[in-house]
């Protein structure tokens, strides 16, 4: 691809006007007018040049689009998108594709509380599950439908009757509902694993959304691993969703195979070459294999997309999908580039990223843009000097501005047990009977009498330590007594009840969590391998919780525990039998298929 510099510098008024528009807006960086007549011979400009642009036409009130100049893919006038509108609307499929994590499978009670936060965050769609994969995930989702009012709910289903029948059933209760159907669009998955004709794809295609329209007018159709799918074939199978009722078309990156600049070229493409493509929503869904995801997102939506696919976090299998905070953050920073806004209330997306964490054991890695702790710290003397007099120097958004603030709990240990409840709901948390309240209460009660100050964090983590049902807790851990000295082995003696009968054990390893993991064992006989270990404070200060996550693998099944407390060991002890428990458990979870 070349650039058409010549067609820029004369959108811009030729070279004197933009010449003495650009020292104009950058007194300290000016530019003559030789410069710019070296630009145009030279069929280039500075990468700096160009952000100034960007910013020069937004004082302007002008639409500036980088991409608008490039040549040698298409001819200019097919090379433009449609105007889709400033609108991007954010479709969270942490639920859902997120799941898929290994270990992060999450009980209905806790996708409950995902639901509650992304409906305050203000996401527009949520895909809860995938009904046809189980009759839990159905409930799930059920229970979704049943209490999320402003957002979209929506489930997954094949392009086959069963699943958009079960779909639709699950989303029923839900003011505002969707059926996402899918089918493998590229070559090797129609001939591989489908084992269907490009005719006969596009008849189930067609077939499956004209189903899903009876149960709802917002209809989503998916064509998997598209970015590997030939663009006239996707192009007629579009058309014909879009014929048969389709309102939003979803181009997935199924392996992570797509890079920015032929994922944006791809969408402009598709979306000139579909009949309709004009009338439907496109959206991007991108996996992280090649650590693309977010970039990719980005790019389709400068070629088009109105809709973007993503997780809280990033979760999902394998690498992850793209992460939903980061694409916020960039169309919301950058708005002079993408010219898009969302309905995302940014201070929530702090609060999101550690409930999700908290509920799937996915630790969130400090340097994590964003959301890790990191994000807005300064090491650098000269970053923190710059800081300190000007925070615009070296931070491009402010940590308020997504979460980052000290969500203190206005309650104490004299509070009573309604102010507790009313506190649990603004978090969306809603507990099911008198007994889990009063359980949690007397949890709340001992952590005040251990800590001055209670974030709303400290009540995630305990109500997520504390609801496990009956039937899952196989493990219960009752108390610990650690003995540690240097140049002795540490030695654990602890007390937990096994399938309800009280049992005691004592162990010494190389530390004292190693001593407390071993007398677990000497009981349990488990024979899971400990694949991770993970410790992180969950909120500031010295009296911070400690919040433990431990991973444990046995005949192929993965399990997740985590546990918490201000005593890390006990903290620590508690995941593991929370591992046991996942890892015991008769029931086995199905995950959604398809990894659109």
Known sequence: MQLDIERLIEDFGGPSALADALTAGFPDEPVTRAAVYKWRERGSLPLAQLNKLALLAAQQGKRFDFNDYLTGVQPAGQWRSPDMGDRLIIFDTTLRDGEQSPGAAMTKEEKVRIARQLERLGVDVIEAGFAAASPGDADAIRAIAEVVKESTV???????ERDIRAAGEAVAPAPKKRIHTF??????????KLRMSPDEVVAAAVKAVKLAREYTDDVEFSAEDALRS?????????????????TTLNVPDTVGYAVPRITEAFFRELIAKTEGG????????????LGMAVANSLAAVLGGARQVECTINGLGERAGNAAMEEIVMAVKTRKDVFGVETKIDSTQIVPASKLVSTITGYPVQPNKAIVGANAFAHESGIHQDGVLKHRETYEIMSAESVGWTAN??????LSGRNAFRTKLQDLGIVLDSEEALNAAFARFKELADKKREIFDEDLHALVSDQLVTVEQEDYKFVSLKVATETGEAPQA????????NECRAESTGSGPVDAAFKAIESVVKSEAELELYSVNAITKGTESQGEVTVRLTKDGRIANGQGADTDIIVASAKAYLAALNKLHSKTERVYAQGPV
């Open 183 to 192: 089918i493998a669009t590229s070559p090797i998955h129609m001939e591989k």
């Open 154 to 160: 929506c489930s997954l289903a094949r392009a086959n």
């Open 493 to 500: 003696q602890i007390v937990f009840v096994e399938h309800g």
């Open 230 to 246: 030939d663009i006239d074939f996707l192009a007629r199978i579009f058309g014909e969703v879009i014929k048969a009722g389709a």
């Open 408 to 413: 203190r709990l206005t309650l104490g240990k």
């Open 278 to 289: 004009d009338k439907v929503v496109w959206s991007a869904h991108c996996h992280n294999d």
